[in-house]
C-alpha cells in the first residue's frame, strides 16, 4: 500500500557524500527507494562518489550524470555544482554533508524553501532522545532539522521497508527463488545445505578476532561454511592461500579442513538481504548492514565502524544493552562479551566465547526472531520522517 503524501508542489533531495565503504550511499539509497515505494515521493539522490554506489547497483551507470533506477532519480554531485537543482518540499543533507554553495546562495531568496533536515547516524546512545527532531539556526537566519534514527519511541525509528517481512516469508518459503538467487551469486551448490553445518555471512572489516575464530573452526568437529562478499573480511583470511595464491578470487570456494570459504561477489542491496536470511548466523558492520541483520531475525556479531578515542564503543555498548534486555542474564553476558572481543580485536576472548554462545544459540535465535517487532513498535525511519514533515 502507498502512503501518499502531499507532492503536488515538488519532490525531496537527498544530498550524500561518501567518506569509505558504502555505508553513507548504502543508508541513503536504501531510503530514496523507500520513500518512493512506500510513499509515492518523488526523490532525487546527489551523490559524489559513483564508484562506491556502482559496488551496490551494479546497474548503474558510473560514468553518467543523470540516470533513474527503481523510480529515484540519481545525480552525479559535482564540485563546482554543474546540474540545475529545482528546490522541492524536503532536503535532506545525509551524515551533515555541506550542501553546494550554488544551492546556499541561492536558499535565501528561495519563496518556498524546502524543509532542510539532517539525517545522522544511528545510535542507541540516550542523548539521541533529547536531540532528535530540534532545529539549529544558522547564522544566516536560515534553520535546519536533526533527525536522529536510533531504537526508541522518541528517536527517528529505524530504515525498514514495509513489506520486508512479507517478502522475506515468501522467499524463505520458495525453494525455486533460493535457487535463483545462488545462481546469480555463481554458488548453486549451496543449495543444499550440509547436515551439521553452520553457514555464516561475513561482512565486516579486517579482524585478528576474525583469524583466530577462522582457525577455531578448522579445527571443529562440525563444518563451518563462511560465505563473504569480496572484500576487507577477506584479508583477515589470507592464511588459507596455497603459497601461489595471491588473492581470494570471486566465485571461488576454499577449504582448510572444518573450514570453507565461499567467496561472493558484492551484489544489489536486495541479495545481500537474501544472504543474511540464508545464513545462521552473521557478522555484519557499519551502520546499514548491522541493521539488515537484525531484520533477518538471525543471531549476529556487529564490528561496529572505529571511530577515535574509542568512541565507537559506548555505541556499542548502548546498543548491546538495548539488545539484551530480553535475554537471560548468562546469554547476555556471552554474546555481549563475543561482540566486545570481536572489536577489540581480543583473539583469546573471541575464540573462548565462540563455543560458549553456540551453547545459547538456540535462545539467542527465539529473541532474533522477536526483535524486529519490538524494534520497530514505534514506526520505521522512513514512517517518522514523512511524519515529520507533515507537522513541519
Ligand atoms: C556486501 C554488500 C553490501 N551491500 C550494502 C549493504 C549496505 O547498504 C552497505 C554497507 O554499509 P554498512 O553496513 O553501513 O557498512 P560500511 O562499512 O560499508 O559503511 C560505512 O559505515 C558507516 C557507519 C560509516 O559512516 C561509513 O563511512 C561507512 O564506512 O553495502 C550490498 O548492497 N551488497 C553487498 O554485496
Redesign the pocket.
Known sequence: MNHSIDTAHGHWDIFCT??????????T??LAKQLTHDFGIQVTLWVDCLASFH???PQLDPGALTQQHDGVTIEHWQTPFIQTWQPGNVLIEA?ACELPNEIKAQWPALPDKPLWINLD??SAEQWVDDCHGLPSLLPNGQVRYFFFPGFSAKSGGLICEHDLFKQQHHWLNNATLQHEWLHRLGFEHLGTKVADATYISV?S?PSQALTALSHLWQQGSNPIHLLI????SLESLKWMLADNDTDFIIGHSYQASMLHVHV?????????DK?LWYCDINI?????????AQWAKKPFIWH??PQQEAAHLDKLTAFMAHYCQPLACETAEIWQALCLAFNQDDTDASQHYWPLLQEHIVEMNQHAKKWPQQALNEGDLATRLVNFVKKG
Not at 561472493?264 to 545481500?272: A, G, N, R, S, V
Request: hydrophobic share 45%; net charge negative; charged share 20%.
Open positions: 561518501v567518506i569509505d565503504n558504502y555505508g553513507d550511499i548504502g543508508v539509497w536504501r559496488c551496490i547497483l551524515f547516524y544511528l561482512f572489516y562478499p569480496f572484500g576487507q561472493l561477489p558484492m551484489t544489489i542491496q536486495e541479495d545481500f544472504l555484519v558492520r557499519g551502520e546499514d548492514s548491522f541493521l539488515r561496529i565502524y
